[in-house]
Structure formats: C-alpha cells, structure tokens
C-alpha cells in the first residue's frame, strides 16, 4: 500500500470521527467533521446504505489504522505480535499501538500531529535514553526517557514550534514531561483507558483478523 496523499479531513469525514490528522486545526471551527459531518464523495451527504457485520468491523480497523497513521502491513504486524502475547488481544494491540515512538512524541506536546512526530523522528530530533532513535514504529518501554535533541532543537523556527505546540494535547498519566528541559519518560505502561482514540471496539478488528 502506497503512501497516502490525500485530504486528510477526507479520512476523518469517512470514519465519521476526528483523528486529530492536522493538529491545531482539527480544534478549531475549521474541522472538517465539524461543517461537514457526512461521509465525502458527491452523494455523500444524501446516501446511506445499511452496514453489514464486516463493513463494521473494517471500519473499524481503518479508523484505527487512520488515526495511529500505520501502513497496513505495519498493522498487520502489530496485531500478530499482540495476538502472540497474554492477555486481552484487543487491548494489547491499542496499547502497543500508544507505545510507539511517534505517537509518544505527539503525547509529549513535542509536535503537532502523529504525521509531524513522525517528520521529525524520521530527520533525527528524538533520541531515547541518550541515543539517536529515526524509527517512528520504535517501541519505547517503560522507563525509557525520550528527548529533543539539543542539537536540533536550537534551530528558530524549532523553538518558535515547541513554544506553539505547548497545551496542544493533554499529557496522559503514564508519561511525564519536563518541559524545560524537553524530555519526556515513559513513568507507567498504559491501560485501556489511556488510550488516545476512545471511540473504537477493538473486539471488532479482532473478529475481523480471527476469520
């Protein structure tokens, strides 16, 4: 699956929720869900068709594959080590999903969106416990301290950015972030209730992966 170039509000009108795709622009009046809270397409707002049991469950695995902005084969892969792994396989794989290394950075306030985490990670701004990290997908484990590379973060425009991005999201409980000296550690393992997109049965997308 190639990469995706298209209106990212299209994504989020077609799941019918908010992804948070755009940063500061999906909390504005300006959200596309917002003024046009029907699926896209030309006959979007006037057509409805009745979902089936399956198209739930793709559903449902779309939104959170949009919303984590994984590749299909990268969910794919995230679910089968989830389903190898004790427990609860729906939450496990939310979690691990929460863990990765650009979504910690966006949690963080250290960016504007997981796509912007992701830019920035992939041009060396990050580093955990001390080491230069470029992988998006890096799982990050308790207790791992992710930083802002002092060297990266001198630039203006990057300081200007840092200082824009401050209170854009809510820091959740298992992460800790000094601010000031922008670094950010890993204090506690989320549970199902940490996780960033609330609107999702993960049951669903384990029904879907367990045909």
């Known amino acids: 699956?190639?990469?995706?170039?298209?209106?990212?509000?299209?994504?989020?009108?077609?799941?019918?929720?908010?992804?948070?795709?755009?940063?500061?622009?999906?909390?504005?009046?300006?959200?596309?869900?917002?003024?046009?809270?029907?699926?896209?397409?030309?006959?979007?707002?006037?057509?409805?068709?009745?979902?089936?049991?399956?198209?739930?469950?793709?559903?449902?695995?779309?939104?959170?594959?949009r919303f984590y902005g994984v590749s299909e084969k990268q969910f794919s892969n995230v679910f089968a080590a989830a389903a190898q792994k004790k427990g609860i396989t729906g939450e496990t794989l939310l979690k691990n999903l929460e863990l990765r290394l650009d979504n910690v950075v966006y949690r963080m306030n250290f960016a504007y969106s997981r796509n912007h985490s992701r830019q920035m990670i992939r041009h060396g701004f990050f580093g955990v416990n001390g080491k230069r990290v470029n992988i998006p997908s890096y799982i990050v484990g308790l207790n791992d301290e992710v930083s802002f590379r002092e060297k990266k973060r001198n630039a203006e425009n990057v300081k200007a950015m840092l200082e824009d991005v401050k209170g854009l999201v809510e820091v959740p409980g298992w992460l800790i972030v000094d601010s000031a000296n922008f670094t950010g550690k890993v204090n506690a393992l989320p549970n199902r209730d940490d996780v960033s997109l609330k609107e999702v049965e993960e049951r669903l997308i384990v029904e879907l992966y367990s045909k």
């Open 1 to 65: 699956m190639g990469k995706y170039i298209g209106s990212l509000c299209r994504l989020c009108r077609a799941e019918g929720n908010k992804l948070f795709l755009k940063g500061r622009r999906c909390l504005s009046d300006k959200c596309g869900v917002e003024h046009k809270n029907y699926p896209p397409g030309m006959k979007g707002a006037r057509v409805s068709f009745r979902k089936s049991h399956y198209k739930l469950q793709l559903r449902e695995k779309q939104k959170v594959k």
